[in-house]
């Protein structure tokens, strides 16, 4: 069972762009945009879209920008197979949590109680290059690998659905936070959120917008305090060590960055 589990994970490995790193990785990328897309429609069948016309389009506007920065930036790696299947969709949900997410399959949400500290157009990219990194480096695919791995002993997501659906669905619920107290997305690792700040800022940067604003705005919402949900929890990473990290890969980012 043990080797079992241990050949799985040795076979079962993707790479992060970017970065490169090595995960964990038990689902297709396929599954995956199928769960993502019924729980995407779950959310927003739930949720009230904004009626401020402005303020969608700008959502619309940077994701769609954002979008072809990490279009652009994957086909410059050979690594398109990162957006195998993915329906790109960006809405702003009236709500005064301060959040934002991406699910796997381009499958974006700005909640309204976010763009006062946003404060701009600019300020929406740091946070749309930030989730959707998430997204494109596959953190809750892997998040979602390793409780499958504790809680059913790795079987493969394709296997799982079909013995197990009802189990899977809870587990993507868990990995994603779907239906908890947060609304959506659990904090990530620091790992995984530091791993999203350095590709958000190169996609941000591809995508026209200025990198160096987003330590600025990670300031703005370290000021926040303890009011901040936890994908935005000043302990993931602690905000001294964003903030220092942001500057140290903004050399990186720079070289990316063309005025628009
Ligand atoms: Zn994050």
């Known amino acids: 069972m043990i080797l079992g589990a241990m050949a799985l994970m040795l076979a ?8 490169g790193r ?75 949590q301060v959040n934002a997410w991406c699910m796997p399959g381009g499958k974006v949400a700005f909640y309204t109680g976010i763009l006062p500290i946003c404060e701009d157009e600019t300020g929406v990219a740091v946070v749309m290059g930030h989730e959707i990194a998430h997204a494109i480096a ?63 800022l190169v996609f941000m940067a591809m995508a026209g917008y200025n990198p160096r604003e987003a330590p600025v705005f990670w300031q703005r919402m370290a000021a926040l305090g303890g009011e901040k949900p936890p994908e935005f929890m000043s302990t993931h990473p602690a905000d001294d060590t964003r903030v220092r990290q942001l500057n140290e890969w903004m050399p990186e980012a720079l070289t990316y960055y063309q005025e628009k």
């Open 12 to 19: 079962a490995c993707a790479t992060v762009p970017l970065t």
């Open 22 to 96: 090595r995960q964990l990785s038990l689902i297709s990328d396929s599954q995956m945009n199928t769960l993502s897309f019924q729980q995407y429609d779950q959310v927003l069948s739930e949720s009230q879209l904004s009626t401020n016309a402005r303020q969608t389009a700008m959502i619309k506007k940077v994701g769609s920008r954002i979008e072809k920065a990490v279009e652009e930036y994957l086909a410059q790696q050979g690594q398109m197979s990162h957006i195998d299947g993915y329906d790109w969709e960006f809405n702003l949900i009236e709500s005064d």
């Open 138 to 200: 596959e953190h809750g695919a892997e998040r979602m690998s390793h409780s499958m791995m504790v809680q059913m002993g790795g079987m493969a997501l394709d296997e799982a659905v079909k013995n197990e659906p009802e189990e899977t669905r809870v587990l993507y619920n868990q990995a994603f936070a779907i239906g908890s107290q947060y609304g959506a997305m659990l904090p990530f690792s620091r790992q995984h959120e530091s791993e999203a700040d350095r590709m958000g």
